[in-house]
Nanobody, 123 residues
């Protein structure tokens, strides 16, 4: 059974930093692209960042230069380092993995999802 478990969410002040982790189990994702999405109250789920099997990354314009996605294949884990956090970054953050090696910003292209972790940025 494949599981993605996010951790690292919490309350942080605007301008602060937070690192999210997503630990995968049930299979190895070293040959898979993985991504982070987020959903704020009353809004649709949106793309944040993704990383390919080889480490290439893509970002939403809203987080470019502030967030960094990385992966540790030995630990079957992907990370999202979030710096210079803003109030509008408040959301539930979801980890996702796909049966494909390249990144995509479309949630429909991802096959596995975590339960999400709440990030709240206080202004």
């Amino acid at each position: 059974q494949v599981q993605l478990v996010e951790s690292g969410g919490g309350l942080v002040q605007a301008g602060g930093s937070r690192r999210l982790s997503c630990a995968a189990s049930g299979r190895t994702f070293s040959s898979s692209a993985m991504g982070w999405f987020r959903q704020a109250p009353g809004k649709e789920r949106e793309f944040v960042a993704a990383i390919s099997w080889s480490g290439g990354s893509t970002y939403a314009d809203s987080v470019k230069g502030r967030f960094t996605i990385s992966r540790d294949n030995a630990k079957n884990t992907v990370y999202l380092q979030m710096n210079s956090l803003k109030f509008e970054d408040t959301a539930v953050y979801y980890c996702a993995a796909r049966d494909g090696i390249w990144t995509t910003p479309h949630s429909r292209d991802y096959d596995y999802w975590g339960q999400g972790t709440q990030v709240t940025v206080s202004s």
